[in-house]
Structure formats: C-alpha cells, structure tokens
C-alpha cells in the first residue's frame, strides 16, 4: 500500500490563513525558505569564510566556529546547496535544513522590548550589529537570532519547537499588539 504525505507548515494551526491587520510590530512567518548548514572541513574555516563573504544574495549567520547557516529567499533548497557544494568543493560540508528549520521574522519599533522578555543578551545595536547572529535561548527553546534590519530580527528554530517558540513570541508582544501572519 503507498501513503502519500501532504507536507504542511507547522504553524498552520496557530496562524489564520488570510491575512488580517497588520499592526506596527509584526511577526511574519515565510512559508518555504532555503536553510543550508554549511561546516569547514579541518583547517579550512578561513578559506570556507572568505568565499562565503563573497556571496550577496544568501544571508549568513555565525552558528560556531567554522559552522555557518545559510539562508535564501530566492533559491531552492536543493539549488542553494548544489551552489553551495559546487562553490565549497573539498573545502566543508553542506547539508540542507530546509525541511527541519523554520523562520520567524519579527519586526517593528519595539521588537528589542519584545525580544528582551525572553532572550539573555544585550540588542542595542551598538553591540548586537545589522547581520550580527547568535545562537540562544529565547525563552526555553534554542534559537540563532540574527539582526536583518533596523528593527527586523529572524529567528531559526527546530521545526518541532516552532510551535512553542510561536507561542512565546506572541505572548511576548501581547503588550505591543503584535500582529502575525505566513509571508507572500
């Protein structure tokens, strides 16, 4: 006998399917994004950097030393790693994520209010720059938070935590109104 499967985002059930108002701090929620774990093979981590700054269209944030994400609005999971692999070569592993990460992007005036509530680390943006990442707790649940804007902030998530750290997010920003929806 053959199942078919039916892939389905797993904040379906928390997030309304048409739009509604969108208040001025908002959380939005991509519905396919390409997440790629990109790893330096021993003693390649600066060689494996230098060729990941020349990229311009994928963002990329800092999991750990000679670890990175690699996140694309634009490509494919499957493209952005073959481009990936291509480009790398001998020099690190490239695995993709998309299927088991989901993205929250939070933005807004008060989203370092918002955020303060449940994450250990300082987001003034003297300290935590435009394109500065870090993996945290937010809340109970691990996340890599990386600054995207001004006052846009995306955070990384286990597709099995999302649920909990959508949760989280929206009782964090209760007092700012913050508003929530799937992205185009």
């Not at 680390?121 to 996340?143: E, K, M, Q, R, T």
Request: charged content about 20%; overall charge negative.
């Amino acid at each position: 006998m053959t199942k078919t499967y039916i892939s389905r985002h797993p904040l379906e059930g928390r997030i309304p399917l048409e739009p509604g108002i969108r208040a001025v701090d908002h959380l939005e929620v991509p519905r396919r994004q390409a997440i790629v774990t990109v790893m330096a093979a021993d003693g390649e981590d600066t060689a494996v950097a230098a060729v990941l700054a020349t990229m311009s269209e994928p963002s990329l944030r800092c999991v750990g030393p000679g670890e990175w994400l690699v996140v694309s609005q634009s490509e494919t999971p499957e493209g952005l790693q073959r481009s990936l692999a291509l480009v790398l070569a001998e020099t690190a592993y490239v695995l993709d994520q998309s299927d088991g990460r989901i993205v929250l992007r939070l933005s807004g005036p008060n989203v370092r209010r918002i955020l303060a509530k449940g994450v250990a680390i300082d987001l003034h943006p003297s300290v935590f720059g435009l394109g500065a990442a870090s993996n945290l707790l937010c809340g109970h649940v691990n996340v890599n938070l990386a600054r995207t804007g001004e006052n846009e902030f995306e955070l990384i998530v286990m597709r099995s935590l999302a649920e909990s750290l959508f949760d989280d997010l929206r009782l964090m920003g209760r007092e700012f109104d913050l508003s929530a929806d799937f992205s185009g």
